[in-house]
T-cell receptor
Framework: GENVEQHPSTLSVQEGDSAVIKCTYS??????FPWYKQELGKRPQLIID?????GEKKDQRIAVTLNKTAKHFSLHITETQPEDSAVYFC???????????FGKGTHLIIQP | SQTIHQWPATLVQPVGSPLSLECTVE??????LYWYRQAAGRGLQLLFY??????ISSEVPQNLSASRPQDRQFILSSKKLLLSDSGFYLC????????????FGNGTRLTVT
């Protein structure tokens, strides 16, 4: 089955700086890669996603890049703000109705 | 618009007691439905998914079971809870196949004592 590795487990950045979270996946058949943000005690919420026919996608301060050859995708957050503090999860999914396989999460801490 | 309801929000149960968690989706037909578990400070583990009424796929063998008695209803059950069953249980839905996101319910925080 699919295996998703996520790094780092904790990331502390100064407010206004950029944050980068990286993930790798194992199953070359995976073609959908979402990112979720989870605040303490709440449900994960989708923030951005990318499909395998696209190399990069951007939504305001958030961007995701995908390298299918290397089986690697990354989340980039620019101009970080205190409300960006949360746990971020990457995930991968094959075709069909299979569930998402998640990475173990990155605790992003924005230092004022 | 689509909404997902999950209850209860919090549950404290003794070891050996039964469990029933319910999830319903509104505003969409024939959704794919999922149960995930999140242990404290950990990632999300897929437990079960269903593509239609009566169709259940199990990802992790354990003392939990799932059922889908109606198109938009998904139930997670156990006959006898273990301490290790404690966690945050999340129901989710998606539509279609392949590149569609999962949308999560608010979750049930289960503590087995």
């Amino acid at each position: 089955g699919e295996n998703v590795e996520q790094h780092p487990s904790t990331l502390s950045v100064q407010e206004g700086d950029s944050a980068v979270i990286k993930c790798t996946y194992s199953d070359s058949a995976s073609n959908y890669f979402p990112w979720y943000k989870q605040e303490l005690g709440k449900r994960p919420q989708l923030i951005i996603d990318i499909r395998s026919n696209v190399g990069e996608k951007k939504d305001q301060r958030i961007a995701v890049t995908l390298n299918k050859t290397a089986k690697h995708f990354s989340l980039h957050i620019t101009e970080t703000q205190p409300e960006d503090s949360a746990v971020y999860f990457c995930a991968a999914r094959r075709g069909g109705a299979d569930g998402l396989t998640f990475g173990k999460g990155t605790h992003l801490i924005i230092q004022p | 618009s689509q909404t997902i309801h999950q209850w209860p929000a919090t549950l404290v149960q003794p070891v050996g007691s039964p469990l029933s968690l319910e999830c319903t989706v509104e505003g969409t037909s024939n959704p794919n439905l999922y149960w995930y578990r999140q242990a404290a400070g950990r990632g999300l583990q897929l437990l079960f998914y269903s593509v239609g009424i009566g169709q259940i796929s199990s990802e992790v063998p354990q003392n939990l079971s799932a059922s889908r008695p109606q198109d938009r209803q998904f139930i997670l059950s156990s006959k006898k809870l273990l301490l290790s069953d404690s966690g945050f249980y999340l129901c989710a839905w998606s539509v279609g196949t392949g590149g569609s996101p999962l949308h999560f319910g608010n979750g049930t925080r289960l503590t087995v004592t």
